[in-house]
């Protein structure tokens, strides 16, 4: 063995440094030396290649599998050094004197493992802590340069990179997936122009009007400061308190007790940018825009009872289901569509543009689409690029710019400032992740970590020394859009800010029956969490204004008498231009009606009937689906026609709210036999409960009269979501299942 090490040792030592792109940053290769005085002409070899992201564009810009190559490592094939590069002889045994003596200071190979070991953690964030990511593209539609000069937008068929970070916001790191939360939606686009990270959530209005009440908002969402409890949850008193006490935050509160705050996937929800933002074209010339990020897969949600127990079945849930969709290839997409409208038009709306708790309703603007964007490439290391990566409002490029809202212009100063202290000093730019593949040439320098050598003895501008370089680029450079502004300066907030409820109401308005039911559902949850009764109360008052019948079911949950309304701030609000406005409802956008990507449970045991087995699996297959076939042990299952079927999961390692769909089998034995097992029966309540597609074949019948649900078959009330097949009837049952599953859920149950 010490001949073999000492063999890869002296390899090693003969071979390429182990970063072979390493080399490149010092300018190695390129054969680049430094020379006096410095006086180069921009974009000379020396200059372009004294900066870190230089390396980068060649990295990121060479096809998927090159992307951030710089900074990869492959141990494969490779000796154990220390992180100076020294081969490791021993890794099992510290430096003794004496085999039971004790260890030695001058184990300089032990401490370095276990000093670097005691410093792998980094503050998490202390909002959007839990998240997962992906890099991808984004693919322009068309040219948009008579609306903004953006780089992105700038031809048809234009290709960006991103890497985009999904995440919930109250939760710590290692918290749920499928808390009821709102959903970060944040992208950051490596424009040819430096980047533009647009970081927006998965609902379009956000809780507060002013940065200066989020820490307030965050302190009330957060487990409770005395007893830390409870986790990645806003089912308790202090942030009810605060959004009772703030009627601001209702509109908002209708979204997140929506079907919106438990989504089924991070492919399967929409994005926003939230704020009004401003593009402006090379002329100067500038409108409003509001962003938005639609799925292909539609968008579709859990039901609350599921999400509690996905929590305890797979934590890690959306997580999951985005990296292997990925690993799979079955890439998501979403369309980029924007709503834009001019200064002129904002102002005679009934809201006011600047108001993050307002949206722009479809019927007044128009969504219009202008791009695709494809995940395509998990990464690498989790902590090196999602945990690392900064996102920041501030970064925009040429072509992108600022509304006047003031939430905004809290987030544009606090992103910047708090990736200060999570990624340890002002260097977070140099990352990998986060470099640009654009240039970067400044006179911003040294600081914690700094990985570029800029080379020269100018560090300042003007400057006669380094040729006036780097210069800045005056019009072909970021220009801010010259609002003519003009007012007192003052606190406060315009008056159209002080309307609270209408765009709750028309939320309301807007949902099928079904989703109010479920919002009405969200609120009775976590308004019966409060322990202090008053905090409910005050609540429901502020409800009333909403909706007084929504209030009132909702009271009527919680045992409650309906309080009166809540006095409103603004008395008299404008009449809103819509009381309707359908593209609100997630019945909007339902997918394509497919089954791909869906997860199918078919349940086995010994003694079922094979064949049938084989077939339905080959056609859901077939569709796309991603198909388990669960038995009361993993290995083979001996089937009553001797058709070989092995069971990849177990009744006990994969409850039934994993599953979108269910097929229950034939053959009378091993339905008997499953029949025996608990988890059996609760697999057939669960999924029948929670409005899944189930398909029973032959014999399997007597599962479902077991469960009560024949019963309500033969009840004369016909659901489209149980299907029944015979060996003959095989292929139009598994047709039936698969275009009945790919209708999601059939929800007419839940009044059962
Ligand atoms: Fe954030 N937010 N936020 N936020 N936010 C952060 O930045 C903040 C707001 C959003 O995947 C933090 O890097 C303030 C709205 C996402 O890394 C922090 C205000 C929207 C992410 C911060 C808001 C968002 C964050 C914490 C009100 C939707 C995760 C760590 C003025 C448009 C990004 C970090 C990722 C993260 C501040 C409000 C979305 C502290 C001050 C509105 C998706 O800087």
Not at 110 to 139: C, M, N, Q, W
Request: include cysteine; charge should be negative.
């Amino acid at each position: 063995a010490l001949a073999q090490q000492a063999t890869a040792v002296e390899a090693l030592a003969a071979s390429m440094p182990y970063n072979a792109n390493k080399s490149k940053e010092f300018g190695r290769d390129n054969a680049i030396s430094p020379s006096a005085g410095q006086t180069q002409e921009p974009n000379s070899d020396l200059a372009s290649a004294s900066t870190l992201s230089e390396t980068n564009i060649s990295a990121k810009t060479g096809g998927d599998a090159a992307s951030l190559d710089r900074a990869r490592v492959d141990s494969a094939g490779e000796v154990l050094t220390t992180n100076q590069g020294v081969a490791v002889g021993d890794n099992q045994n510290s430096l003794k004197a004496g085999l039971r003596g004790p260890t030695l200071l001058e184990d300089f190979i032990l401490r370095e493992k276990i000093t670097h070991f005691d410093h792998e953690r980094i503050p998490e964030r202390i909002v959007h802590a839990r998240g997962s990511a992906a890099h991808g593209y984004f693919e322009a539609y068309q040219s948009l340069t008579d609306l903004t000069r953006a780089a992105p937008f700038q031809e048809a068929g234009k290709i960006t990179p991103v890497f985009v970070r999904f995440s919930t916001v109250a939760g710590e790191r290692g918290s749920v997936d499928t808390a009821r939360d709102v959903r970060g939606f944040a992208v950051k686009f490596y424009t040819d122009e430096g980047n533009w990270d647009l970081v927006g959530n998965n609902i379009p209005v956000f809780f507060i009007q002013d940065a200066m009440k989020f820490p307030d908002l965050i302190h009330a969402v957060k487990p409770e400061p005395h007893n830390g409890l409870p986790q990645a949850a806003s089912a308790h008193d202090t942030f009810w308190d605060f959004a009772s006490l703030m009627p601001e935050t209702t509109h908002t509160l209708m979204w997140v007790m929506s079907d919106r705050g438990i989504p089924r996937s991070y492919r399967m929800m929409q994005g926003f940018g939230v704020h009004t933002f401003r593009l402006v074209n090379a002329a100067g010339e500038s409108q409003f825009v509001k962003f938005h990020w639609t799925p292909k897969l539609g968008t579709h949600s859990l039901v609350w009872d599921e999400a509690v127990k996905i929590a305890g079945a797979d934590s890690d849930f959306h997580r999951r289901d985005l990296w292997d969709a990925i690993e799979a290839g079955e890439y998501p997409e979403w369309e980029l569509g924007l709503q834009i409208f001019t200064e002129a038009q904002a102002e005679g709306f009934s809201f006011d543009v600047l108001d993050a708790t307002k949206l722009i309703p479809e019927e007044l603007v128009p969504v219009t689409p202008v791009g695709r964007m494809v995940l395509n490439r998990n990464p690498d290391n989790f902590f090196a690029e999602t945990e690392q990566v900064a996102f920041c409002t501030a970064h925009v490029v040429p072509g992108i710019d600022f509304s006047n809202d003031p939430l905004l212009a809290g987030r544009i100063h606090s992103y910047v400032d708090t990736q200060i202290t999570r990624l340890g000093g002002a260097n977070f730019h140099e990352i990998p992740i986060n470099a640009p593949l654009a240039p970067v040439h400044n006179n911003q320098r040294d600081g914690l970590h700094r990985q570029a050598i800029p080379r020269g003895k100018v560090a300042y501008e003007p400057n006669s020394l380094g040729g006036g370089c780097p210069f800045q680029a005056g019009a072909a450079g970021f220009v801010s859009f010259p609002e003519p502004l003009e007012g007192d300066k003052l606190r406060g907030k315009p008056e159209k800010f002080a309307d609270h409820y209408t765009q709750a109401t028309l939320f309301y308005e807007s949902q099928t029956e079904l989703e109010k039911a479920h919002i009405i559902g969200g609120f009775r949850f976590e308004l019966s969490k409060l322990t202090v009764p008053a905090i409910r109360e005050r609540m429901l008052a502020s409800l009333v204004n909403v909706s007084a019948d929504m209030a009132a079911k909702i009271a009527d949950g919680l045992g409650m008498e309906l309080p009166e309304a809540m006095p409103k701030a603004l008395a008299k609000c404008i009449p809103p231009e819509v009381t309707q406005s359908p593209a609100l409802s997630l019945a909007a956008l339902p997918g394509d009606g497919g089954i791909r990507t869906r997860k199918v449970a078919i349940l086995v045991a010994d003694g079922v009937h094979g064949a049938s087995i084989v077939a339905v699996q080959a056609a859901l297959g077939a569709a796309g689906a991603v198909v388990s076939i669960i038995a009361p042990r993993l290995g083979p299952v001996s089937t009553a026609d001797g058709e070989s079927v092995e069971a990849t999961a177990t009744l006990e390692n994969s409850p039934p709210v994993l599953f979108d769909a269910l097929v229950l089998p034939d053959g009378s034995d091993g339905v008997t036999r499953l029949a025996g097992y608990g988890q059996t029966l609760e697999f057939v309540t669960n999924q029948y409960r929670h409005g899944k597609t189930i398909l029973a074949l032959g014999a399997a019948n007597a599962l479902l009269d077991k469960a009560g649900i024949a019963n309500t078959l033969a009840s004369g009330r016909p659901d489209p979501g149980i299907l029944l097949a015979g060996v003959d009837t095989l292929d139009d049952g598994a047709a039936g299942f698969i275009a009945a599953a790919g209708k999601h859920r059939h929800p007419a149950r839940e009044t059962d």
